[in-house]
């Protein structure tokens, strides 16, 4: 989950909400690193703001619990948040479901005797 914090936040308010954040992901599914990419300007304005914090929380749960609704949910409600983006890492038993299909889509030969590429 990407955050951009509010850029005109004082910095210790900036890390006591990603603390917060970061309490939240731990009580929810298992928490791997917090990246704090700094103060960065925005391609236009969010809310009137110039500037904005970015914060990169990463963690794992299981996609049935639905983790990463209920994180976006807390961010959504969060004045101090501009933006939040969450993306849903792909699973590995469903890269090798993908790899074979790709495979027998590939083999596939062609009138020519060819592999068929497409």
């Keep these: 989950t990407v955050v951009i914090f509010d850029g005109t936040l004082p910095e210790d ?4 909400e990603s603390a917060k954040i970061e309490e939240f992901i ?3 599914a298992e928490f791997e690193r917090v990246e704090s ?3 960065k300007s925005l391609a236009y304005l969010i809310n009137k703001k110039k500037t904005g914090v970015y ?3 990463i963690y794992k749960g299981d996609s049935e619990k639905n983790y990463a609704g209920k994180i976006d949910k807390l961010l959504a409600l969060n ?3 501009l933006r939040h983006l969450t993306c849903i890492r792909d699973i590995p038993k469903n890269v090798e479901k993908r790899r074979s299909r790709f495979a027998a889509i590939t083999a596939e030969p ?3 005797g ?3 590429h497409e």
């Design 79 to 81: 004045d101090s948040v």
């Design 37 to 39: 990419w700094g103060k």
């Design 114 to 116: 060819d592999l068929h």
């Design 110 to 112: 062609t009138e020519e």
């Design 55 to 57: 914060n990169l929380f």
């Design 26 to 28: 731990k009580s929810e």
């Design 13 to 16: 308010a900036v890390q006591k």
